[in-house]
Nanobody, 124 residues
Framework: QVQLVESGGGLVQAGGSLRLSCAAS????????MGWFRQAPGKEREFIAA????????FYGDSVEGRFTISRDNANNTAYLLLNSLKPEDTAVYYC?????????????????WGQGTQVTVSS
């Protein structure tokens, strides 16, 4: 089992920034991809960003491309999501996800473990 704990969410004004963290513990593999998703009330869980084990490969959802940045610190089993230029429509619960394999993906079903989520609220 792998446990994921997100932190860093909160209330921010439009145009502001936040940095989310996702700490992994338990039976973590030596090579794994990580992803971030979000879910707003009444909507499906949406892909935000993903990163390979090495960090060399990253990709983003269209709605956040150019504003959000995913990164990771393998020595500390932690992934990050930097949220810049926040908009009210970015308001959602943000989840990190862990895949037992080095290749990142946008597909929710291919991630093996999920965190409990952290709320991000952007006021206008």
């Amino acid at each position: 089992q792998v446990q994921l704990v997100e932190s860093g969410g909160g209330l921010v004004q439009a145009g502001g920034s936040l940095r989310l963290s996702c700490a992994a513990s338990g039976r973590t593999l030596s090579r794994n991809a990580m992803g971030w998703f979000r879910q707003a009330p009444g909507k499906e869980r949406e892909f935000i960003a993903a990163i390979s084990w090495s960090g060399d490969t990253t990709f983003y959802g269209d709605s956040v491309e150019g504003r959000f940045t995913i990164s990771r610190d393998n020595a500390n089993n932690t992934a990050y999501l930097l949220l810049n230029s926040l908009k009210p429509e970015d308001t959602a619960v943000y989840y990190c996800a862990y895949r037992e394999g080095p290749i990142p993906t946008i597909a929710k079903v291919l991630y093996n473990y999920w965190g409990q989520g952290t709320q991000v609220t952007v006021s206008s």
